[in-house]
């Protein structure tokens, strides 16, 4: 149902209760309402906006000052007029920016006119747009390969870190998807281009290859990482760390420039074209590259290294997205944190003294002395910080709940947190020190043959 924002002497359109306007056909809504506005004299224009996303038909240019007449929040869109002509149509709010009078028209359509005919083409399947211009910000919307959006603004923002340690080439900018989405892009994955007329498609590529090689144009879609993410995943042992270092192999295809992103290696090879040399091999001419696609999910890539030699880095790929894997071992890393939290979060022990856990991850523990030195450093005042970053091998599920890395944010010293292996059960809360040669990598492996075991019972004070 459409309805006006502007005020008409205070007249309002209602339901007719014996049929609803929400059951009849937009276009028809559209007619009766100019009918009824043209029959009040005061009954015009509510103000003026800029179009942001070009139209096709009739054919508007984005940056167009438009008079406004309606605005219908429960339909979401706004009823304009097209320049030269008494046709009024509908648009979605999305794709107007309303100004209200024409003098702040004119403003935001000299201000736009930079951007007005600029769009961009995602070269990435899922590339993020965020709710801030920063890489940690909350993600809002995931573009699909060659998804077309509207670029409004340069802003500033912290460019993403790249696997080397150095920022990413490109800019932040305030973008608009065509469904309505309005957030912020980092511009490395993205191809820029001006559109001044008619639908609004992909920029022209020139492409490196020819599109009659399927294999190719299949492998290309794909993201392809190294097989330490795949084990990851298969074991359920997510290092947050090592995945927001996005390792990957990038071909390059549309850039012209090949990077190898990798735990060993990380290196750039600029190439002319990508040539098929056989079954399921690939040259990148240009540079000694070639890559081997073993099967469907298994990418062999060759290259000649600074001393000649030959070097063979092999990569896969996976269906799960890297973002939401590091948001699905954030929640678990959350979630056993506030389980035990729940379960206390008060612990007391008469030799070792009082755990007391905040919400935020912290931790307080006093009337230790009997683990100083050999636990805790004498300099600490036992405040900190508890970190689930950590893992236990399946031999230790049944009796262990997990594993909890108790960091002293007090101190600065190198052996500053102490690694527990942990229970929770319905008195209290067991905790087993991890001896240094038990960890591998992050995950626990072994433990003491005569481990050290602390038992805290909760507080029931306040209960």
């Known amino acids: 149902m459409l309805k006006t924002i502007a005020s008409c002497q205070q007249s309002k ?47 508007i240019p984005s940056g167009t000052i438009l008079p406004v007449y309606i605005k219908s929040n429960i339909e979401q869109l706004w009823v304009i007029g097209v320049p030269g002509t008494s046709e009024k149509i509908e648009i979605p709010l999305s794709q107007l920016e309303f100004s209200g009078n024409k003098l702040k028209a004119r403003r935001m359509a000299r201000d736009f006119a930079q951007y007005a005919p600029v769009y961009a083409e995602s070269l990435q399947d899922g590339l993020p747009i965020r709710e801030k211009p920063d890489n940690v910000a909350r993600r809002i919307y995931r573009l699909r390969l060659n998804e077309i959006l509207k670029i409004l603004e340069k802003v500033e923002g912290s460019p993403p870190i790249g696997a080397t340690g150095e920022p990413l080439e490109g800019d932040w900018f305030l973008v608009l998807t065509n469904d309505g989405v309005k957030g912020y892009c980092f511009s490395y994955r993205l191809k820029l281009f001006d559109h001044t007329d008619g639908t609004v498609i992909a920029a022209p590529v020139v492409r490196r290859e020819s599109e009659q090689d399927p294999e190719l144009v299949s492998l290309l879609a794909k993201t392809w990482v190294p097989h330490l993410y795949q084990q990851m995943i298969d074991t359920r042992q997510l290092n947050i760390e090592e ?139 036992g405040n900190g910080k508890v970190s689930m970053d950590l893992f236990i091998t399946p031999a230790f599920a049944d009796n262990y709940t997990g594993a909890a890395n108790f960091i002293f944010t007090d101190i600065v010293t190198p052996n500053r947190n102490i690694i527990f292996l942990y229970t929770l059960d319905n008195q209290g809360l067991r905790l087993e020190v991890v001896p240094s040669y038990g960890l591998e990598g992050d995950v626990i492996i072994r433990r003491e043959s005569s481990p050290f075991t602390l038992y805290f019972f909760k507080d029931t004070a306040e209960e």
């Not at 059951?23 to 009954?43: E, I, M």
């Not at 098929?276 to 298994?298: A, C, K, V």
């Not at 070792?352 to 600490?380: K, M, R």
């Open 243 to 381: 995945l927001e270092k996005n390792y990957q192999f990038d071909p390059g295809y549309n850039s012209g420039v090949a990077r190898i992103i990798h735990p060993d290696i990380t290196r750039n090879f600029r190439f002319d074209k990508i040539t098929r040399d056989g079954e399921r091999f690939w040259l990148f001419e240009g540079s000694t590259l070639q890559m081997h696609l073993r099967t469907n999910t298994s990418l062999e890539v060759r290259f000649l290294d600074n001393s000649g030699a030959s070097r063979t880095v092999l990569f896969t790929t996976i269906s799960a997205d890297i973002e939401d894997l590091i948001e699905q071992e954030t929640t678990r890393r959350e979630d056993q944190f506030m389980a035990l939290y729940d379960r206390g979060p008060v612990f007391t022990s008469n030799n070792y003294g009082t755990i007391t856990f905040s919400e935020e991850g912290d931790f307080s523990w006093t009337d230790y002395d009997l683990l100083v030195p050999q636990f805790i450093p004498n300099e600490s005042t």
């Open 13 to 59: 359109i209602t339901n007719n209760k014996s049929t609803p306007y929400s059951l009849l056909p937009a276009p028809f809504l559209l007619c009766v309402l100019c009918v009824l506005c043209g029959l009040l004299s005061s009954c015009s224009k509510i103000g003026y906006g800029v179009l942001l996303w070009s139209m096709d038909e009739p054919p």
